[in-house]
């Protein structure tokens, strides 16, 4: 019998030491580009905030932490960087560098935290930020992106669309093109493959209907989907003129992925959320009604083994 315990005491240990030396996403915010609370917004969304929820709401980013060689990936450059990258280290105990910066476009959520890596923060020297052409383009002409590159505070890296790039040995990841606003980069999801799974990462589109891929094809072919949940629906944004800021409404999305089996709607992770989204709340009615149709939501601090 104690021979049993301790043989089942190694096996646990060792399932454990293997966990411990995965590599994962770590969801760093599910909020979009404008933060909540949002500037300007009088609404009991933004004005009844506890500390708490100010504290796990950010703007949308995920981190590649890869354990076994003690150094992480971001996937955008959020306005909340700082307090991100904070929490990197809290997770890992100080104990991983930042490798690289991986973004989508050039929309002020996604890529205005690499000001924090000039001279007047950081001072970070030569951190890879993988874009693609417009965006690079974009970054080196215009100021003050461009400081970033002459001081050598990044080192811009080129993608090309549906090419993978090997990151690191326990990294690969490929980019797709979207349709979404366009005004200074192309807009891009990312494919992110761990050693074992893989994510889809698009948390901007226009709309499904726009684009000349299909959504349930690239559901089978990954593990998890963080797609762009921005609004619940129209009567979320009676404020606004949808047509400036398109994007699939999240019921737009269940039902078009509605005929799925229960195990591929599992693998969507909705994020990039507005400050006027009630699946922010995860004790809202709403965030209830997306569980049950069989769809998740992102959360800060949510960990997916790769």
């Not at 060689?69 to 959020?78: D, G, N, R, T, V």
């Not at 629906?233 to 994007?247: G, K, L, T, V």
């Not at 699946?279 to 769809?295: A, C, H, R, T, Y």
Request: proline fraction near 4%.
């Amino acid at each position: 019998m104690i021979r049993l315990i301790i043989l089942f005491k190694f096996f646990f240990y060792s399932i454990f030491l293997s966990a411990q030396e995965e590599s994962f996403l770590l969801v760093l915010g599910n909020v979009q580009d404008g933060g909540i609370p949002h500037i300007a917004c009088k609404k009991d969304c933004c004005m009844s905030l506890t500390e708490k929820e100010k504290r796990v709401l950010k703007i949308t980013s995920l981190a590649f932490v890869d354990k076994s060689e003690s150094k992480h990936y971001l996937f955008e450059a959020s306005t909340d960087i700082t307090d991100q990258l904070n929490f990197l280290d809290q997770i890992t105990g100080n104990k991983s560098k930042l490798e690289g910066i991986f973004l989508t476009h050039a929309h002020m959520g996604h890529y205005s935290g690499l000001l924090q890596l000039g001279r007047e923060a950081m001072g970070a020297k030569n951190i890879p930020v993988y874009v693609m052409p417009k965006m690079s383009e974009f970054l080196k002409s215009n100021a003050p992106w461009s400081q970033l590159v002459s001081l050598n505070n990044i080192k811009l890296k080129s993608l090309a669309e549906n090419q993978s790039m090997r990151v690191s040995n326990q990294l690969h990841v490929s980019s797709i093109i979207v349709p979404h606003r366009d005004e200074f980069s192309e807009t891009v999801g990312f494919f992110i493959k761990g050693q074992r799974k893989t994510a889809f990462f698009l948390p901007d589109i226009d709309k499904w209907g726009k684009w000349d891929q299909s959504l349930k094809n690239i559901l089978e072919k990954v593990d998890y989907a963080f797609l762009d949940g921005t609004f619940f629906d129209s009567a979320e944004i009676n404020y606004r003129d949808i047509s400036e800021i398109p994007h699939p409404f999240v019921i737009e999305t269940i039902d078009h992925l509605s005929s799925l089996p229960l195990k591929e709607r599992k693998k969507v992770f909705f994020i990039h959320m507005n400050h006027t989204n009630g699946m922010l709340n995860p004790d809202s009615q709403i965030s209830k009604e997306v569980l049950s149709k069989g769809f998740q939501i992102a959360r800060y601090g949510m960990q997916f083994p790769l």
